[in-house]
């Protein structure tokens, strides 16, 4: 019950743990073309819904998405909104964004080439790879590993602790506080998302190359290899035209800062082509270098159980199911930007949504890559009176009740003790909001009896009750 309501309560927050599933890539020959109906969703289809999100809801911008399948041609980007309240460029594939927290994928990489380089082990301790004078905490004599640190499960904080201004963010300060920690449990022995170690993690491993900084190493094994010309930690005088400002609400617009400390978990600006240039490599579809570095990022090696977290595992960044086969994707969130890169490995298509608010809006993502998504032409308007049968209270398996209250064409959904959120109609019967997509059921009666809800970790169903 406490990871349900969790689940529900995060409606109210904008946290960006967009953990779903993976599996691991396997190299694919060159896609040839076919004549089998598009895996992916009518690319007009997307813009109206984009629309709905920019124009009639407001509630972000500007939003970017591409989508990419086996067959070289199905790929597509669309854009919709502006790049600032000063700026009414519509945003598109060549936009550049802050990525957030996808960044880590890259530092999961990063580690997994340095592992087959022979550079280093993934049960290092970080000890071998410090600055000389700086102590790594320990919790009776285990120390944290390199894995650790790539799998959420070092110990460490989520966030850089002593600081009071983004001027503290610098790599000076992440080594004295490392030495300043008191572990409270053995590394390795839980999950706890840490940006903290993750930020430590990019910036060993750019000492252990031998590079001046974790975008260097970066730009030398990854983007470049890649082609990935628009994809750095620091903004080119190119890539700073084409910024899209960010916002921390639909028209509240929010400065960027650099935090060096933070460089390797999120930090990285990039574009939705590059983005699709990344998940091709990471999906087997184009031949590179780094498909071994790829596929071992992208393998389970630990559990994310934990309070607050939803069953699954974590590869060296990307987040995976214990099945290893479907979703696998990572999001980030920042001051002004939200963003989500995943692809599925059974349906074996990709996504990437890139937008300029803070306001979550994963919702988007498992919405467009369903398979009714693909069926659709068009984006619905709500029908009141089919609106008002949804109306009603929904419990669910834990005993955990929400209320659905309807208002005309619109459609809000009550958790007890928090204000209301209003969800947004994607069909006759799905609805989104933030991360969380919610589709109503009927019985043989033609009744609605029940309430699915679909979130980063899988689904849950709520039957309704008087």
Same mark, same amino acid.
């Given at each position: 019950?406490?990871?349900?309501?969790?689940?529900?309560?995060?409606?109210?927050? +904008?946290?960006?743990?967009?953990?779903?599933? @993976?599996?691991?890539?396997?190299?694919?020959?060159?896609?040839?073309?076919?004549?089998?109906?598009?895996?992916?969703?009518?690319?007009?289809?997307?813009?109206?819904?984009?629309?709905?999100?920019?124009?009639?809801?407001?509630?972000?911008?500007?939003?970017?998405?591409?989508? $990419?399948?086996?067959?070289?041609?199905?790929?597509?980007?669309? #854009?919709?909104?502006?790049?600032?309240?000063?700026?009414?460029?519509?945003?598109?594939?060549?936009?550049?964004?802050?990525?957030?927290?996808?960044?880590?994928? /890259?530092?999961?990489?990063?580690?997994?080439?340095?592992? +087959?380089? #022979?550079?280093?082990?993934?049960?290092?301790?970080?000890?071998?790879?410090?600055?000389?004078?700086?102590?790594?905490?320990?919790?009776?004599?285990?120390? $944290?590993?390199?894995?650790?640190?790539?799998?959420?499960?070092?110990?460490?904080?989520?966030?850089?602790?002593?600081?009071?201004?983004?001027?503290?963010?610098?790599?000076?300060?992440?080594?004295?506080?490392?030495?300043?920690?008191?572990?409270?449990?053995?590394?390795?022995?839980?999950?706890?998302?840490?940006?903290?170690?993750?930020?430590?993690?990019?910036?060993?491993?750019?000492?252990?190359?031998?590079?001046?900084?974790?975008?260097?190493?970066?730009?030398?094994?990854?983007?470049?290899?890649?082609?990935?010309?628009?994809? =750095?930690?620091?903004?080119?005088?190119?890539?700073?035209?084409?910024?899209?400002?960010?916002?921390?609400?639909?028209?509240?617009?929010?400065?960027?800062?650099?935090?060096?400390?933070?460089? &390797?978990?999120?930090?990285? =600006?990039?574009?939705?082509?590059?983005?699709?240039?990344?998940?091709?490599?990471?999906?087997?579809?184009?031949?590179?270098?780094? !498909?071994?570095?790829?596929? *071992?990022?992208?393998?389970? !090696?630990?559990?994310?159980?934990?309070?607050?977290?939803?069953?699954?595992? $974590? #590869?060296?960044?990307?987040?995976?199911?214990?099945?290893? !086969?479907?979703?696998?994707?990572?999001?980030?969130?920042?001051? #002004?930007?939200?963003?989500?890169?995943?692809?599925?490995?059974?349906?074996?298509?990709?996504?990437?949504?890139?937008?300029?608010?803070?306001?979550?809006?994963?919702? @988007?993502?498992?919405?467009?890559?369903?398979?009714?998504?693909?069926? *659709?032409?068009?984006?619905?308007?709500?029908?009141?009176?089919?609106?008002?049968?949804?109306?009603?209270?929904? !419990?669910?398996?834990?005993?955990?009740?929400?209320?659905?209250?309807?208002? &005309?064409?619109? @459609?809000?959904?009550?958790?007890?003790?928090?204000?209301?959120?209003?969800?947004?109609?994607?069909?006759?019967?799905?609805?989104?909001?933030?991360?969380?997509?919610?589709? /109503?059921?009927?019985?043989?009666?033609?009744?609605?009896?029940?309430?699915?809800?679909?979130?980063?970790?899988?689904?849950?169903?709520?039957?309704?009750?008087?």
């Amino acid at each position: 019950m406490k990871r349900l309501i969790s689940i529900l309560l995060h409606l109210f927050v +904008l946290l960006a743990l967009c953990a779903c599933g @993976i599996a691991i890539p396997s190299p694919m020959p060159s896609p040839t073309a076919t004549t089998q109906p598009s895996r992916l969703p009518d690319p007009e289809m997307v813009k109206s819904l984009l629309v709905r999100v920019v124009d009639e809801e407001r509630l972000v911008p500007g939003i970017v998405v591409g989508m $990419i399948a086996e067959n070289p041609q199905e790929r597509w980007v669309v #854009g919709y909104g502006r790049l600032s309240a000063s700026d009414e460029r519509v945003p598109n594939g060549d936009t550049v964004f802050e990525i957030g927290s996808i960044t880590k994928v /890259f530092t999961g990489t990063l580690l997994a080439q340095a592992v +087959l380089n #022979g550079e280093v082990k993934l049960d290092d301790p970080i000890s071998m790879y410090l600055p000389e004078g700086v102590t790594p905490p320990e919790y009776e004599g285990k120390p $944290i590993t390199l894995l650790d640190l790539a799998t959420h499960t070092s110990g460490l904080p989520r966030e850089l602790g002593e600081v009071t201004s983004y001027k503290d963010y610098t790599i000076d300060h992440m080594y004295a506080f490392l030495s300043r920690i008191r572990l409270t449990r053995a590394p390795g022995s839980a999950y706890e998302y840490s940006n903290y170690g993750f930020g430590l993690l990019g910036d060993l491993l750019a000492r252990r190359a031998g590079q001046a900084d974790y975008e260097t190493l970066l730009v030398e094994r990854i983007t470049r290899p890649l082609g990935m010309d628009s994809t =750095r930690v620091v903004l080119t005088p190119d890539m700073e035209s084409r910024l899209a400002t960010g916002h921390s609400t639909y028209s509240v617009r929010t400065l960027s800062y650099d935090l060096p400390a933070y460089a &390797g978990a999120g930090m990285i =600006r990039s574009t939705a082509n590059d983005m699709l240039t990344f998940l091709a490599a990471n999906m087997g579809l184009t031949e590179t270098e780094l !498909q071994p570095a790829l596929q *071992m990022a992208n393998t389970p !090696q630990r559990p994310t159980v934990g309070p607050g977290y939803g069953p699954g595992s $974590i #590869g060296l960044g990307w987040f995976v199911p214990e099945s290893g !086969q479907g979703m696998h994707t990572h999001g980030g969130l920042t001051a #002004g930007y939200n963003s989500l890169l995943g692809w599925d490995s059974e349906r074996r298509i990709g996504i990437v949504m890139l937008v300029n608010s803070a306001i979550n809006t994963v919702g @988007i993502d498992l919405f467009l890559m369903s398979e009714s998504a693909r069926l *659709m032409d068009t984006i619905p308007q709500a029908d009141p009176q089919v609106l008002a049968t949804y109306a009603g209270r929904y !419990q669910f398996p834990d005993g955990f009740v929400v209320t659905i209250r309807v208002d &005309g064409a619109s @459609i809000f959904l009550q958790v007890p003790d928090k204000p209301e959120i209003k969800l947004i109609a994607i069909s006759e019967n799905q609805f989104f909001v933030f991360d969380n997509k919610f589709t /109503f059921y009927t019985n043989d009666r033609g009744e609605v009896d029940r309430m699915e809800m679909m979130y980063i970790w899988g689904t849950s169903e709520a039957k309704k009750i008087p």
